[in-house]
């Protein structure tokens, strides 16, 4: 069982900057490939990036690209997003989901349902 807690959410006004944060158990966190996703009320859950196990290599959501960093630091078992230069539009419930399963396309992780374990979720609101 994995355990997933975020931190960082908070209020923001456009162009400006978070930080999100996730922590996790288990003793498997370099194996596990990492994702960020968002959901704003009424949508549907969204991806937002994902980053490889010990590789680390990355994916992004044309949304973001350019604008949004995932970094993971395997000794203290926590995945990072850095949110540059945000928008009204960015505004949404932000939840980090761990994968188990490997698949050789990045762009399977961009759905919710490869990912096995999920954390309760931050609130980010940027202000226009």
């Known amino acids: 069982q994995v355990q997933l807690v975020e931190s960082g959410g908070g209020l923001v006004q456009a162009g400006g900057s978070l930080k999100l944060s996730c922590a996790a158990s288990?003793?498997?966190?370099?194996?596990?490939?990492m994702g960020w996703f968002r959901q704003a009320p009424g949508k549907e859950r969204e991806f937002v990036a994902t980053?490889?196990?010990?590789?680390?290599?990355?994916y992004y959501a044309d949304s973001v690209k350019g604008r949004f960093t995932i970094f993971r630091d395997n000794a203290q078992n926590t995945v990072s997003l850095q949110m540059n230069n945000l928008k009204p539009e960015d505004t949404a419930v932000y939840y980090c989901?761990?994968?188990?399963?490997?698949?050789?396309?990045?762009?399977?992780?961009?759905?919710?349902?490869?990912?096995?374990?999920w954390g309760q979720g931050t609130q980010v609101t940027v202000s226009s």
């Open positions: 989901a761990a994968g188990t399963a490997y698949y050789s396309s990045n762009y399977r992780y961009t759905s919710p349902s490869v990912y096995d374990y």
């Open positions: 288990g003793r498997s966190f370099s194996s596990y490939t």
């Open positions: 980053i490889r196990g010990r590789a680390g290599g990355t």
